[in-house]
C-alpha cells in the first residue's frame, strides 16, 4: 500500500505564492503519474496538473503559466508551486498517483489533502 501526504498549504495573499509537497512512502515515480487536484466548495474536483513517469507535465488552461509541478526521486516527492495565486485558486488540493493504462488513467492512491486558501 501506497501512502501520499501532502503538506504546504496555509493563508496567503492574492498575488502570493505557496509550494505543496506531496510525500510518497515508496518510490513509485518510475511507474506512476502523479496528479494534482483540487475541490473548492460547492464544486466538483479538478484536475490541476500532472507530471507522467517519463516527467512530460500538462497543466489546465486555468493555472498555465502559474503552476509548476515536479518531483524530486531521491526524495519520493511532488511538488506544486504556485504563484500569481488568484482568489479562485482557493481549495483543499490533493495528491494522486496512477497508471496509464490502455490509454486511460486509473487512479491507484489519494493523499488526505491540504487547505489552500488565497484571500485578502
Known amino acids: 500500500q501506497v501512502q501520499l501526504v501532502e503538506s504546504g498549504g496555509g493563508l496567503v495573499q492574492p498575488g502570493g505564492s505557496l509550494r505543496l509537497s506531496c510525500a510518497a512512502s515508496?518510490?513509485?515515480?518510475?511507474?506512476?503519474?502523479m496528479r494534482w487536484y483540487r475541490q473548492a466548495p460547492g464544486k466538483q474536483r479538478e484536475l490541476v496538473a500532472t507530471?507522467?513517469?517519463?516527467?512530460?507535465?500538462n497543466y489546465a488552461d486555468s493555472v498555465k503559466g502559474r503552476f509548476t509541478i515536479s518531483r524530486e526521486n531521491a526524495k519520493n516527492t511532488v511538488y506544486l508551486l504556485m504563484n500569481s495565486l488568484k482568489l479562485e485558486d482557493t481549495a483543499v488540493y490533493y495528491c494522486?498517483?496512477?497508471?496509464?493504462?490502455?490509454?486511460?488513467?486509473?487512479?491507484?492512491?489519494w493523499g488526505q489533502g491540504t487547505q489552500v486558501t488565497v484571500s485578502s
Open positions: 507530471i507522467s513517469s517519463g516527467a512530460t507535465t
Open positions: 494522486n498517483a496512477g497508471l496509464n493504462v490502455a490509454g486511460a488513467y486509473v487512479s491507484k492512491y
Open positions: 515508496v518510490n513509485i515515480f518510475n511507474i506512476y503519474t
